[in-house]
């Protein structure tokens, strides 16, 4: 009876290890494959900067008309609105690796590249609809992560319901981008969440989506 109940625990003992074992190589699996897409991103994002700084050097070397301009914006930042959905996947997950906050700094660097170039022609181009979402991607403050989360569900609701009729750039503004932190103080704003329709209209309290569109030509 006594060699029975050994041998019982034995092989409840070799399934646990193995159970183990392969919970622990099916663990390392999928973490290989986070960071196969995290590299994926990382390096498409790297791309982008670069074909973000040669269409600046275009678009500085050429007179294109106010609709010309107006299309590249809005492709542009669509292109990078869809793509920095991925990111905000690795974001939501339960372990954030590193390389995603890179990333998450390339694109908010893309936008305010983005950003700085609508800001310049926006006083010629009357019909360019801007709006810039600042926002702070770090902060631990619990009240201003749920109303940022209020801001961006309004901002999506928008996106969806007038689609390329604006450009929405949402930038979060703690990622240390130093190009980014000048224009801010240029424009001497100090509280965040803050949304700027046009370089015009700054909101700082925001409930509905049409408290914005009275403020879109």
């Not at 034995?10 to 074992?21: C, E, H, R, Y």
């Not at 990078?80 to 690795?90: D, I």
């Not at 305010?112 to 991607?137: F, H, M, P, Q, R």
Request: some cysteine; hydrophobic content about 40%; glycine content about 2%.
């Amino acid at each position: 009876m006594l060699k029975s109940n050994k041998h019982v625990f034995w092989q409840a003992l070799l399934i646990t290890v193995l159970i183990f074992a392969l919970g622990l190589v099916f663990g390392v699996y999928l973490e290989g494959i986070r960071n196969d897409n995290a590299n994926i991103i990382f390096y498409q994002s790297e791309a982008n900067l670069f074909d973000t700084l040669a269409l600046t050097y275009l678009l500085n070397s050429q007179e294109l008309s106010c609709q010309e301009l107006e299309n590249v914006y809005v492709n542009f930042a669509d292109k990078v609105y869809e793509e920095a959905k991925n990111v905000r996947e690795f974001d939501d997950s339960a372990k954030i690796i590193s390389s995603t906050i890179y990333i998450h700094k390339k694109y908010d660097l893309l936008r305010t590249i983005l950003w700085i170039n609508i800001a310049g022609v926006e006083d010629k181009c009357k019909d360019i609809n801007s709006v810039v979402y600042l926002y702070e991607y770090n902060t631990d403050d619990l009240n201003k992560k749920a109303k940022q989360s209020v801001f961006a569900k309004i901002l999506n609701d928008l996106k969806d319901e007038k689609g390329n009729s604006f450009i929405l750039i949402p930038i979060a503004v703690d990622n240390n981008i130093y190009s980014l932190e000048n224009f801010i103080d240029s424009k001497d704003i100090k509280e965040f969440p803050v949304v700027i329709i046009d370089d015009e209209h700054y909101i700082y309290n925001l409930t509905s989506v049409q408290e914005l569109e009275k403020y879109l030509k």
